[in-house]
């Protein structure tokens, strides 16, 4: 019922900011609760961020509270993750995805999202 689709990861250094995309086809995409998770090699796959259907609540993981931004445009079924003053501990592959739980409480846990993108490389050098 929902592609999604990762852009906008590369290389940058240690201090710049970045922009992610994900890209959502289907015509649902306004049912699902949207989150982004990371996966650094040789870890587990770790919430980032997530927001509600309407775009009206936000839930952030300690790690990058207050450098990163979790956004959606559901009239373009888009969602965003903007990352600011980048860490190289923020390497890792991003994976949009999307749930249908209406708990945010939930949203932490990756086992809730139901539709997953591909993931898109992002490098931070120090």
């Known amino acids: 019922q929902v592609q999604l689709v990762e852009s906008g990861g590369g290389l940058v250094q240690a201090g710049d900011s970045l922009r992610l995309s994900c890209a959502a086809s289907?015509?649902?995409?306004?049912?699902?609760?949207m989150g982004w998770f990371r996966q650094a090699p040789g870890k587990e796959r770790e919430f980032v961020d997530a927001?509600?259907?309407?775009?009206?609540?936000?839930v952030y993981a300690d790690s990058v509270k207050g450098r990163f931004t979790i956004s959606r445009d559901n009239a373009k079924n888009m969602v965003y993750l903007q990352m600011n003053s980048l860490k190289p501990e923020d390497t890792a592959v991003y994976y949009c995805?999307?749930?249908?739980?209406?708990?945010?409480?939930?949203?932490?846990?990756?086992?809730?999202?139901?539709?997953w993108g591909q993931g898109t490389q992002v490098t931070v050098s120090s």
């Open positions: 995805a999307a749930t249908s739980m209406w708990d945010n409480h939930r949203w932490i846990t990756k086992s809730v999202y139901d539709y």
């Open positions: 289907g015509s649902t995409f306004s049912s699902y609760a």
């Open positions: 927001i509600s259907r309407s775009g009206g609540y936000t």
